[in-house]
Each structure stands twice: as C-alpha cells, then as structure tokens.
C-alpha cells in the first residue's frame, strides 16, 4: 500500500494569500484526521471525519481554515488568507473501519512557510 | 476528560544504556494507549500500541510498554539504547467513547550519546 499520501510536501507562500494542502487516505480508511505541528503547541488535532463528515473541527484555529472531504480518498485543509502564525507543518493521517483500537497511519506532512 | 502528561520534554541517555520515557494518562472510560515515534522530517509511526489483554505490549526495535492502571500509566522502555533511537517520540490515549480520535500528549526528545 501506498500509505497517506499529502501534497505538497513543502509549501511557501506570502501572508494573505491562499493556501491548500491535499491528503489521499489510505485506501478503505473511513476515518481522516487534520494535525498541525509546532515548536510552541505541539501536536493539535484540527479537524477530522468518520466517513466523510465532519466529526470535529473544534481544534480550527479561526474562519480563514477550512476542511472538506468530498469522497472517500480526497481530503483538502484550506487556509484563505494565510498568516505568518500558520507557518507549521501539517499531517494528515487516517484510521481503519475498526473501533478505536485501529492504529492511525500518518502522512508524511506538509511544511508551510508564511512569509 | 482525557489527557496524556508526557514527563521530561527531553531524555538523553548514552549508548546500551536503558531507556525509560514515561507517560500518564487520564481517562473516563477504559484507554487503549499508543506510542508513535517520529523521525527528523517524517510523520509518526505507530512503535506498540495497549487495547486489551496482556499489559505488557512488544513493539518494533525492541521497545516495550507496560499498562498500569493503578498508577494511570504506561512507560515506554528499551533495555539498550542505540544511535538509530534518538527521535521524538509522542504517547497518545484513545478509548471506545473517542470515535477514533487520539489525544497526543507533547512528545519526548530522546537524545543517544556515543
């Protein structure tokens, strides 16, 4: 299998400008999870989905961040407009069909820069 | 309400020596606990992870990990340490009420010294 495949693996754009960030489940995962990792906070779970809906977006940080699942395999996280303090690197992981006792399997991450 | 407490932001060890990176939890419901490691530039990789049965779990690269309900704990252990180990290494707490979501706690930077 192919694992979680994000893209890019390194993005660097300027404040106020839109950034999207992609993630392709691995395959017969049904449940998506967004996290963004800092020096400063760690490991933040932003958002994840159970078979394409939202579960809880309780951890987006503000309106400019968006996340959609439109199918099974495609997840996008959307920052419109980006800000110096979203500079982070970004994972997507996903989960089995199993209970809880699945392992999550993470993205090799996305790097962000905001200039 | 869950939460991971990871003690000691960083652990530095020599070489063969032992490993000991310790983790507590809290949790309303019974916790499946997990411990991901993750390489410089690299996303984490599930190294053991505890649901049920036997407390004391077995992972890759000879790490290990023993359940302690009484004490809410789950340390993470490696009898001789190697080069190939020093990474960040993250506990996360799961459970049958968190729909699939892992509470991580803020990882342990584990240095080995020649």
């Known amino acids: 299998d192919a694992g979680v495949i994000q893209s890019p693996r390194h993005e660097v754009t300027e404040m106020g400008q839109e950034v999207t960030l992609r993630c392709k489940p691995i395959s017969g995962h049904n449940s998506l999870f967004w996290y963004r990792q800092t020096m400063m906070r760690g490991l933040e779970l932003l958002i994840y989905?159970?078979?394409?809906?939202?579960?809880?977006d309780s951890g987006m940080p503000e309106d400019r961040f968006s996340a959609k699942m439109p199918n099974a395999s495609f997840s996008t996280l959307k920052i419109q407009p980006s800000e110096p303090r979203d500079s982070a690197v970004y994972f997507c992981a996903s989960k089995g069909l199993a209970v809880s006792t699945d392992t999550q399997y993470f993205g090799p991450g996305t790097r962000l820069t905001v200039l | 309400a869950q939460s991971v407490t990871q003690l000691g932001s960083h652990v530095s060890v020599s070489e063969g020596a032992l490993v000991l990176l310790r983790c507590n939890y809290s949790?309303?419901?019974?916790?499946?606990l997990f411990w991901y490691v993750q390489y410089p530039n690299q996303g984490l990789q599930l190294l053991l992870k505890y649901t049920t049965g036997a407390t004391l779990v077995k992972g890759i690269n000879g790490f290990e990990a023993e359940f302690k309900k009484s004490e809410t704990s789950f340390h993470l252990t490696k009898p001789s340490a190697h080069m190939s180990d020093a990474a960040e290494y993250f506990c996360a707490l799961g459970g049958s009420s968190t729909l699939g979501r892992l509470y991580f706690g803020r990882g342990t930077q584990l240095t080995v010294w020649p």
């Open positions: 989905f159970n078979n394409n809906v939202p579960i809880d």
């Open positions: 949790s309303s419901v019974p916790p499946y």
